[in-house]
Every structure is written in C-alpha cells, then in structure tokens.
C-alpha cells in the first residue's frame, strides 16, 4: 500500500516527528511519504484556518491521484477538506476526527476529547453533528497549549492530558478518551497509563494511529468512497 501524508500547513518544521509517528503505525509493506501545503496556515486552529488550507490541501490532493496512491491521510483533526477530497480521489480519504471517535465509539459509551483550545470547540461539536454521534460525544476538554507548542511541553503534556481526562470520567462524560489534536505526538500510551494509575482505567485513542490503520483496513478490504455521496464535481471553468 502506498500512503501519502498531507500534513497541512506552511513549512517543514513538523513533517520528521509526523514521519516516526506514521512508520510507528504503519504495517509491514506500507510505505508512505509526507507533504505540506505551498499555501495555507502555520497550523489549523479555527475555521478560517481551515478555509485558508483547503485550497492547498485538495491541490496536494490531485498530486496524490496523479501519483496513483492508495489512501491520503489529511494529518489535522479537524478533517479539513476531506469531503471535497473524496469528490476528486477514487482511493479512501481520512482526517483524524473520523477514524479515531468512530474507533472510540466502539470501545465506550461515551467519548471524551481532549483537544488544543477553545477556538475548535465549536467545530468538533459540528463534525460529532455531521457524523451523527453528537449524542455520544460528551465532554470536549482543552489543554490551552496551541497546536506549535505541543511539541515543547512532553511529561507537562501529559500530565495536562491525564488531569483534563480524569475530570471527564469522574464527571461521566468519558468512557472512552480521544487525544483531539493529531499534533499530540506518542503520549497516548502514557496518557492512558496515568489515567489507569489514577483510578480512570478508560482506553485512549490516538488519531494518527486510527488514522493510518483505518486506511491500511480500507485498502486490504478493497473499499473505496462512495460515489453516491461523494459524487464527481462537475465539469466546469474553475480558477484553483
């Protein structure tokens, strides 16, 4: 299977630690690569963010199909452009909110988030309203640390992680967590155990990893977007 990453901002700064964390959960016989946009946002953290991405995101996205891979994952967990991504691609297209709370909901009642900032509150609660599951995503807790600064915060971030995670079980609203950022590098797995430790023993989704596994699935299964709801745009003069 061949994979391609479109990690979608300016520059290259992420695109090495966005690297290890796909060949840490990618199969055997995956291969991939990594790219950014030529336009778009340092990071994605509003709507207007994600309006200024699109554009460069669905252009990496053609370069994909010319390419002829098997899946793109748009590394952001906002899914931003994936709808429009899958009218111009005849291969499985993921962001990070889809894979990771649909794998969510079936471990626990009810999904948890725990993402960046207050700014994408609003719009992880219409995606949950897009997909259906509103009625069971309960609390979306936020961090404070702006997507370029996770990198920096290591055992604070987890321990930030872990603190926001444990309120949301005590108050019910979690029995499954989702780490809400796909910039939430390899801290899933100590988040979790720190929950554990701390008398919450709930299972806790990384979105890079459901994102990559539900592609390598899609693709083993042979399935492909659907072309009822993810009809070929029309042709038409367009100005990209």
């Not at 291969?31 to 669905?58: C, H, K």
Request: hydrophobic share 50%; proline share 7%.
């Amino acid at each position: 299977m061949h994979l391609r990453v479109i990690l979608p901002v300016l520059g290259d700064s992420l695109v090495e630690a966005v690297r290890a964390e796909v060949a840490h959960w990618a199969a055997p016989g995956t291969r991939f690569d990594v790219v950014t946009l030529a336009r778009g946002t340092a990071s994605i953290e509003s709507e207007y963010d994600e309006a200024l991405a699109g554009p460069g995101i669905l252009e990496r996205v053609a370069e994909a199909v010319e390419d002829g891979v098997d899946g793109v994952f748009v590394d952001c967990f906002g899914d931003p452009a994936v709808p429009a991504a899958r009218e111009i691609a005849g291969f499985p297209v993921v962001g990070g909110f889809e894979p990771a709370v649909l794998t969510a909901l079936s471990l626990g009642e009810r999904v948890g988030v725990l993402t960046v900032l207050p700014n994408v509150v609003p719009m992880l609660r219409s995606l949950a309203r897009r997909h259906g599951v509103e009625t069971r995503l309960g609390a979306i807790e936020v961090v404070n640390v702006p997507v370029l600064g996770l990198d920096g915060e290591g055992e604070a971030l987890v321990e930030l992680l872990a603190a926001r995670g444990r309120e949301a079980v005590a108050r019910g609203q979690a029995d499954v967590l989702v780490l809400g950022c796909t910039g939430m590098l390899g801290v899933a797995e100590a988040v979790r155990a720190r929950l554990a430790d701390g008398g919450a023993p709930v299972p806790v989704v990384d979105p890079t990893a459901a994102a990559v596994t539900w592609l390598e699935r899609a693709h083993r299964l042979g399935l492909r977007p659907s072309r009822t709801t993810y009809l070929e745009p029309p042709a038409k003069h367009r100005v990209p």
